[in-house]
């Protein structure tokens, strides 16, 4: 798998490390069902999904990747920074 | 003072480590590097920079070098200055973390050189990806490291200092290893 | 037999080679198997199961007969195909799978019993008594059954991985793939051109072909020496393309050093390359398939188009009276080239009812093979013609029953084939792996002509998407013979015919799989263990799937195929791991102090990628405790220095640093003082504790945080996910500067007088207080110095940057030793902190929250911080929970071990009475004990309790106390001096 870095052109995947799916995270610092949904309820998705990946071994970007996971095409990568997401 | 009462010690003798035919492995001195990180915005590092010590900001795998130093793009928000101590007038523009002690440089040079990387490191190491001047930030040997074209056939790789000695081995063994296939 | 003239062998030289100790001879450009077919050699192993007689049967890389071990001792190499070696001098070859010899195998009693071992015979037979089959059954049949074996020594030879990039990936030099790389080429793409081969030509090396109006070969070698002279291109000889992996990326194994006895030490005997190309034409060709008959195994048959590369590549004659048995065109080439070399042909079978031949021979349309005979070595053929059964005598026989496109690596992405009627093959369905185009025979085009075509066509569709412009190009002229396949997978009729021939699966087999209702392809597979075998099948899948659609009455199309995986062929696991031993294994990362801890003799032990000192042993000591103890009192009495440099150093300055240490740690850092430091939790997103640290405020907006030495990358990735994706707009700046400095901790009640002396400055309280921190220098070098403490005593850690460490460390342990104290090891350093009640990842080991280990003082009410909602989760909060204590032993037994577990005095010790467990123990030598820390259900509430220890593992029983936490000066009187 090799993926296109924004900063760095397209890299190997022993360059990247996994940060998990790229969700809302809920605000405030009491304990209710968004946060619970947050840490614990994950879609597994067949096809579209938003990752998190962080050029660890590159120039330390987070990244906010999108692909699909049936088929491993991926779609966009962007720096998190400043995605929005 | 007749003796200093620490001595410095680079984390590997440096000169000359293995040569090969026309390929070489060389251990470079230690020196002067600063980290600049400018925060939201470089324009006005890009400015301070070349006010103070002439160079340009690089782009991201780029690096800008007169005979004073140079300036090496060093990853997301980061650029690693080389040679001459920073002006503190850079300070207003970039957070400037001293990191001479932290990096160890060996030049790799020659014919081999290329094929040598092709085992340590899953760059793409064409002329169209790393021109002569480029560099990038990736994996050497398993180790995050920093590597740039400073030559046609000459590259300067520089990974964290504790892990120096295992990059000059890897190197070594490896450089055999490829010497022994073009001697087929 | 040697044909007097022709292949492409050198003649000039001989080649010396033993097959089971046998002294032979070949040639340079002899395969193993072509130079034993030279010298007569009909039987080259056993089989799988039967243990029959078998011999050479493909000229490729699918042969499932001639596997052979190569070499001896720890260098051995077993099922080599010996179609895939090429002979070298010295080549010292044994035949497997067979005792005590290969043509007097005692288990070749196996086939007697055949009707008995048929598919599913283990799972049905050995089924008890139930125990019988660990010790008695499995080592039997695994014995029985099989291979060759490893030497059972570590591996000696060298290998390699590395890495390739391309713009255009040729997968296989036959005149398709050729005519790819020739158009790419000059176009100016970068091209790499794989082939399996040790010799591009593909099929053009084996057949009398001609191109542009000259023999095949020469065209071949004109294309090669252009292909040769371009920079732009790359030839990649002996080398198979394994695998196709995500966005371009590919496996390939070279064989580097496999043809040669005497390597260059530093050789590696293969390397595996992944390979990135932008876009690939796979040019793979095609396989020959056999036709299943009544003991079609019988050493002498082999596929027609391997029996003309033997004849026209290697000048082998295959026997002496050949028979040619097809169902299509093709194999009438094989009768014509046999004729042409003065081979005699006993006669051409061709089971197509209409078919014709200009051919001077006895030919028989519309008729089948039905039988092979001969145990040792084809004797006769039976056929059933139309107009009766004849019977050949044959000392050879080649069986074409078509060809299957080698469209593996189409399908690694998930892509399934689909079948043509017309060829009666599978095809690649286009578009399955994204940038991928196929040409030639691969795509079920069998013409050289066609080839041709297809590969210029490939070639200019790839280089559409690489952006540039194709080439003009006059096509050369070409072979364009038919083909003509009518579909013959099994030939009727009683005994046993094979399709499997490496793991010895019949038609009987597949059959008798789908009578137990083992319908699906995959099913089938698996319980025959058809294409199992390390030819994956690729000659028998889909006779094997035909027979399948036949039994459950369903075609082939709808009946499907297996999946095709990589890797295309074996790949040594040493070649896939290569560089993976000794040093190689992972980087080592050493301290500044490190050869001077060597010079100490001390143990080195790993932490993580690091190495550091277990303890400096003196003259005189004897076992490790000693110095351990002894640096225990060093630094509780006088002065010890210990290096520190691992623990993970984090520089972070901008605007908004205090209020992000706010957000990442529990407790507050905006309100610290510039000059001080402070102790930190951080905790993960789910309320659990990530690590632990000091923090130290050296400037306005500039912070260093320590963590621990485990956690130190964590550490590092989760403040840059914080900062880049949690709060993007805050400024803050982060950089490790763990290398840039070497730290030492000098610990003890005489270190400040030591500094003092070193620093020749004032360091009382008022200078430097408890959790202070201050610039420094020494001699002109410019350092840190932070009034902190891992051992609860007096202590400072002092960092100044890297160069300097060994020279410092030197310097340090020198003045300790001049104060009665000197270096200590992590040992110690264990020991002082667990009579401290100090933490490490024993006690963080990521199930424990900052409640558990009695940390909740450091979770700020007052502020907002990562995980807050999640810490606060009742549960985390419980009373009952496992929380951190102390321990001690009250009876006989003082043994501790971490990892035992607690239980009730009267409890029984099984996992459901479990009260905790203990994670850390040592003897103090300050206390005179043992003590150990741990978690314990209520922990603290139950101070004073006698509580059960018990493991299992190290057998020890342990009536323990349970304690606080600190062992020693809970008041912390001598930390503050």
């Keep these: 798998m090799r993926m296109t870095c924004p900063l760095c052109g397209a890299r190997d995947l022993r360059e990247f490390t996994f940060r998990g799916a790229a969700l809302a995270r809920p605000e405030g610092d009491d304990w209710n069902e968004a946060w619970h949904d947050y840490l614990h309820l994950r879609d597994n998705p067949a096809g579209e999904s938003r990752e998190y990946w962080a050029h660890a071994a590159g120039c330390g970007a987070v990244l906010l990747v999108t692909r699909d996971t049936r088929t491993h095409e991926i779609f966009a990568v962007e720096q998190a920074r400043g995605a929005g997401a | ?184 | 037999m040697r044909l007097s003239k022709g292949g492409r062998i050198d003649r000039s030289r001989a080649v010396s080679f033993t097959f089971d100790g046998r002294a032979l001879s070949g040639h340079p450009g002899d395969t193993l198997a072509s130079a034993l077919l030279a010298s007569g050699q009909k039987v080259v192993g056993r089989s799988f199961k039967y243990h029959r007689p078998r011999g050479v049967f493909s000229a490729g890389s699918e042969e499932p007969n001639a596997l052979v071990t190569l070499g001896a001792g720890a260098r051995r190499e077993p099922n080599v195909r010996a179609t895939m070696q090429e002979l070298f001098d010295g080549l010292e070859a044994q035949s497997q799978n067979c005792w005590p010899s290969l043509d007097w195998d005692l288990l070749e009693v196996n086939d007697l019993f055949a009707d008995f071992l048929g598919a599913g015979f283990y799972y049905k037979t050995f089924m008890w008594p139930r125990k019988a089959w660990e010790w008695l059954y499995e080592p039997a049949i695994r014995r029985a059954a099989g291979l060759g074996a490893l030497s059972g020594q570590p591996d000696p030879e060298p290998n390699e991985k590395a890495f390739a990039h391309c713009d255009l990936l040729v997968i296989g030099g036959g005149p398709a793939g050729l005519m790819v790389a020739l158009q790419a080429g000059r176009a100016g793409a970068d091209v790499i051109l794989c082939d399996e081969d040790h010799e591009p030509g593909g099929r053009l090396l084996s057949e009398v072909e001609e191109i542009a109006g000259a023999p095949a070969m020469e065209w071949v070698a004109a294309t090669l020496a252009e292909l040769e002279a371009m920079d732009n291109v790359r030839i990649m000889i002996r080398t198979t393309v394994t695998g196709v992996y995500d966005q371009g990326t590919f496996g390939a194994l070279e064989r580097v050093g496999r043809h040669m006895k005497h390597r260059p030490g530093p050789l590696p005997l293969d390397c595996f390359w992944r390979i990135a190309a932008k876009a690939s034409v796979l040019a793979a060709g095609a396989l020959e398939r056999p036709v299943a008959f009544q003991d079609n195994d019988r050493p002498g048959v082999m596929l027609a188009g391997a029996m003309r590369s033997y004849l026209n590549r290697y000048a082998v004659a295959p026997g002496d009276a050949v028979t040619v048995f097809g169902n299509n065109d093709d194999a009438h080439r094989t009768a014509r080239d046999l004729l042409a070399a003065g081979v005699h042909v006993a006669g051409l079978v061709d089971s197509r009812p209409g078919a014709a031949t200009d051919l001077d021979l006895p030919f028989y349309a519309g008729a089948q093979v039905t039988r092979a005979s001969g145990r040792m070595g084809l004797e006769a053929v039976s056929i059933r013609t139309p107009s009766g059964e004849v019977k050949l005598q044959s000392d050879a026989l080649a069986v074409s029953g078509g060809w299957n496109p080698s469209l593996h690596l189409t399908c690694h992405l998930n892509g399934r084939p689909e079948w043509s009627e017309t060829l009666a093959a599978f095809l690649p369905r286009p578009g399955v792996v994204p940038g991928m185009q196929v040409a030639g025979a691969a795509t079920g085009i069998f013409t050289t002509a066609g080839c041709l075509a297809s590969g210029a066509e490939a070639a200019g569709k790839a280089l559409e998407t690489l952006g540039l412009s194709v080439p003009p190009l006059d096509l050369p002229q070409a072979g364009e013979q038919g083909y003509g396949v009518q579909p013959l997978w099994a030939v009727a009729g009683n005994g046993r015919a094979w399709l499997d021939l490496a793991n010895d699966v019949t038609v009987k087999d597949v059959r008798q799989a789908a009578s137990e209702n083992f319908r699906s392809v995959e099913h089938m597979k698996r319980y025959t263990t058809q294409g199992m075998a390390p030819d994956q099948g690729k000659i028998s899948n889909l006779g094997a799937m035909a027979v399948l659609a036949d039994a459950t009455g369903r075609d082939v199309a709808a009946t499907g195929i297996t999946t095709y995986r990589p890797p295309y062929v074996p790949v040594p696991i040493a070649a896939l791991g290569a560089g993976g031993k000794g040093k190689g294994f992972a980087p080592e990362r050493l301290t500044t102090s490190h050869a001077q801890s060597l010079a100490m003799s001390a143990p080195m032990i790993e932490a993580g990628l690091w190495y550091r000192p277990s303890y400096f042993p003196r003259t005189g000591e004897k076992h490790w405790r000693q110095s351990c103890d002894r640096e225990v009192a060093h630094v509780r009495e006088a002065v010890g220095v210990a290096d520190v440099s691992t623990l993970g150093k984090i520089d972070l300055q901008g605007r908004d640093a205090a209020r992000f240490l706010d957000l990442v740690y529990t407790n507050t850092f905006s309100t610290l003082k510039e000059g001080r430091a402070r102790y930190g939790v951080m905790l993960r997103e789910d309320g659990h504790v990530m690590d632990d640290g000091t923090t130290a405020r050296i400037g306005p907006e500039h912070f260093v945080m320590t963590t621990t030495t485990a956690a130190a990358g964590e550490v590092m990735g989760h403040l840059e996910f914080v900062s880049q994706v949690l709060v993007p707009g805050w400024d803050v700046r982060l950089i490790s500067v763990t290398e840039q400095w070497a730290q030492f901790a000098v610990a003890g009640p005489q270190s400040r007088a030591l500094l003092e002396e070193l620093l020749g400055r004032d360091l009382s309280d008022a200078a430097l207080s408890f959790m202070g921190t201050m610039p420094i220098e020494i001699g002109g070098v410019e350092g840190r110095l932070f009034r902190i403490s891992f051992s609860g005593e007096l202590a400072y850690e002092i960092a100044v940057p890297a160069r300097y460490g060994e020279s410092l460390f030197t310097r340090l342990v020198g003045m300790a030793e001049a104060r009665g104290g000197g270096a200590y090891g992590m040992e110690a350093l264990n020991v002082l902190r667990i009579e401290k009640g100090f933490l490490t990842h024993a006690e963080l080991h990521g199930r424990t929250t900052a409640f558990d280990l009695g940390l909740e003082r450091w979770m700020s009410p007052s502020k907002s911080f990562i995980c807050k909602a999640a810490a606060s989760r009742p549960g985390l909060l419980a009373e009952d929970r496992e929380r951190l204590i102390g321990l001690r032993p009250v009876g006989a037994s003082k043994m501790i071990p971490p990892g035992a577990f607690l239980f009730n005095e009267g409890d029984e010790a099984v996992r459901e009475n479990a009260q905790g467990y203990v994670t850390s123990s040592c003897y103090s030598p300050t206390l005179g004990e043992t003590i150990a820390l741990g978690f314990l259900k209520s922990g603290p509430e139950r101070i004073g309790e006698h509580l059960r220890l018990v493991d299992h593992l190290r057998e020890a029983v342990t009536i323990c106390e349970v304690c606080e936490t600190c062992f020693l000066d809970p008041e912390g009187e001598r930390t503050r001096g």
């Design chain 2, 1 to 184: 003072m007749a003796e200093p009462m620490l001595k410095a010690q680079n984390a590997l003798p440096q000169g000359e480590a293995l040569v090969l035919g026309d390929t070489r492995i060389d251990v470079l001195p230690m020196p002067r590097m600063t980290s600049l990180m400018p925060g939201p915005g470089h324009a006005a590092l890009a400015k301070a920079l070349r006010k103070h010590h002439g160079l340009d900001l690089p782009d991201p795998g780029g690096r800008v070098s007169s005979d004073e130093g140079e300036c090496l793009w060093f990853g997301l928000g980061q650029y690693m200055l080389i040679g001459p101590a920073p002006s503190p007038l850079l300070a207003g523009a970039a957070t400037l973390t001293e990191q001479s002690d932290a990096w160890t440089s060996v030049l790799l040079e020659g014919p081999l050189a290329r094929q040598v990387l092709a085992r340590l490191t899953p760059l793409d190491l064409r002329d169209a990806s790393l021109p002569l001047g480029a560099t990038a930030r990736s994996e050497i040997a398993h180790m995050m490291g920093s590597l740039t074209r400073v030559g046609s056939e000459a590259f300067r790789l520089m990974v964290f200092r504790s892990m120096a000695q295992t990059l000059l081995h890897e190197l070594k063994d490896t450089l055999e290893a490829v010497a022994a296939r073009q001697a087929l």
